[in-house]
C-alpha cells in the first residue's frame, strides 16, 4: 500500500531556530501533498497545498515566511519552521494522494514540534 | 461559513454494540465525502470513501450512510470492540483545489 513517511517524529528546539520536517512518498509520485497542523485534542487545520515544481498554496491566516515548503521531488516535500516560537509548538502532519484526484489521503505520522 | 461538524462530546459504548458517529456540513458541496481514524501521536488512517451518488457504502463491520439533502454522513461501527476506541474524522473535499477539509473528530471509547 501507499506509504508517507515523516520525519524527525519529534523535535525540540529553542526560540528563535529553524526545524525542517521532511515528508517522503515511499512507494508511489505525488506531485501534490498537503500540510497540516492539529493542536490538541482538535482537528487537522490545514495549512499550506505543497506542488512539485512550483510554489505552495497557503491556507489565509499561514504565514508563507515563517512555514516554507519545498517540494523538489516527486516523493519529497520539506516543511521548515523558521524562527520558531513557542506558540509554533505543535504536531504537524503531511499527506499525499496515490491515486487521482479524488482518492484517500495518505498520511505521514507526524512530527510532535516543542518549542522551548 | 463553511463548517464540518462531529459530536464533540466522547462516545463511550459497550463492547458488541453498535457505534454511530455523525458529520454535518454546511455551506459544501462535496462530490465525496471521506471517513479517517486517527490513534493518539499518529496519522490519520482512511477508512471508506463514499460518493454524492452512493447512498451508503459497507466495509467489513464499517457502514457510511451519505446524504445530501440533510448534508450529513452517519458512521457505523458494529459489533465493536475495544480495539476500535480511537477519533474519528470525516472529510471532504473544500473547493476546486482538492483539498480535504476535515471535521472536528468524534472520540469514541469501547468499553470491554
Known amino acids: 500500500g501507499a506509504v508517507v513517511s515523516q520525519h524527525p517524529s519529534r523535535v525540540i528546539c529553542k526560540s528563535g531556530t529553524s526545524v525542517k520536517i521532511e515528508c517522503r512518498s515511499l512507494d508511489f509520485q505525488a506531485t501534490t501533498m498537503f500540510w497540516y497542523r492539529q493542536f490538541p485534542k482538535q482537528s487537522l487545520m490545514l495549512m499550506a497545498t505543497?506542488?512539485?515544481?512550483?510554489?505552495?498554496?497557503?491556507e489565509q491566516g499561514v504565514e508563507k515566511d515563517k512555514f516554507l515548503i519545498n517540494h523538489a521531488s516527486l516523493t519529497l516535500s520539506t516543511l521548515t519552521v523558521t524562527s520558531a516560537h513557542p506558540e509554533d509548538s505543535s504536531f504537524y502532519i503531511c499527506s499525499a494522494r496515490a491515486g487521482n484526484s479524488n482518492s484517500p489521503l495518505h498520511f505521514g505520522n507526524g512530527t510532535r514540534l516543542t518549542v522551548t | 461559513s463553511q463548517k464540518i461538524e462531529q459530536n464533540s462530546e466522547a462516545l463511550n459504548i459497550q463492547e458488541g454494540k453498535t457505534a454511530t458517529l455523525t458529520c454535518n456540513y454546511t455551506n459544501y458541496s462535496p462530490a465525496y465525502l471521506q471517513w479517517y481514524r486517527q490513534d493518539p501521536g499518529r496519522g490519520p488512517v482512511f477508512l471508506l470513501l463514499?460518493?454524492?451518488?452512493?447512498k451508503e457504502k459497507r466495509k467489513e463491520r464499517l457502514k457510511v450512510t451519505f446524504d445530501t439533502t440533510l448534508k450529513q454522513s452517519l458512521f457505523h461501527i458494529t459489533a465493536s470492540q475495544p480495539a476500535d476506541s480511537a477519533t474519528y474524522l470525516c472529510?471532504?473535499?473544500?473547493?476546486?483545489?482538492?483539498?480535504?477539509?476535515f471535521g472536528t473528530g468524534t472520540l469514541l471509547a469501547v468499553q470491554p
Open positions: 505543497s506542488n512539485e515544481g512550483s510554489k505552495a498554496t497557503y
Open positions: 463514499i460518493r454524492e451518488n452512493e
Open positions: 472529510a471532504l473535499e473544500g473547493g476546486a483545489t482538492n483539498k480535504l477539509i
